[in-house]
């Protein structure tokens, strides 16, 4: 009797637990904009950003699928591929002159907008 009350107070702990998580953060899309892209998610992003040798890389720590594509910046051709690394989606910008990134995030919808805006150096 002692034995099931503890495991019906353990299962029903789990229960309030899992309801007072936070939702884990997800990609839910990408799209390519003007002068960049915008990838959008459930909940506001952790974003860091390195520049090596002209290519721009933003990392994040997500959830959300492999992806990978081309835009254009000023007449020319900017290829971008976001790929899984451990916990985090690495997005990687790559063009022939050398790209300088900026990025911000905002709320919109009940959504968090990540707007990488590029530019040639």
């Known amino acids: 009797m002692i034995g099931s009350l503890a495991l019906f107070g353990f299962l029903i702990g789990l229960m309030i637990g899992r309801m007072l998580q936070p939702d884990p953060l997800r990609l839910a899309s990408v799209e390519v904009a003007q002068q960049g892209l915008q990838l959008w998610f459930n909940v506001e992003p952790k974003v860091r950003v390195d520049h090596i040798a002209g290519v721009f ?3 994040v720590e997500s959830l959300g699928r ?3 594509g081309q835009l254009r910046l000023q007449d020319k051709m900017v290829n971008w ?3 899984r690394e451990g916990r985090d989606l ?3 910008l790559l063009a022939a002159r050398p790209l300088r ?3 911000r995030a905002e709320a ?3 959504r968090w907008r990540l ?3 590029l530019a040639y150096e």
């Open 57 to 59: 890389f933003l990392r």
């Open 108 to 110: 919109l919808d009940g």
């Open 81 to 83: 591929r976001l790929r």
């Open 115 to 117: 707007t990488v805006s």
């Open 66 to 68: 492999e992806q990978q």
């Open 90 to 92: 690495l997005l990687r």
């Open 101 to 103: 990134g900026e990025w």
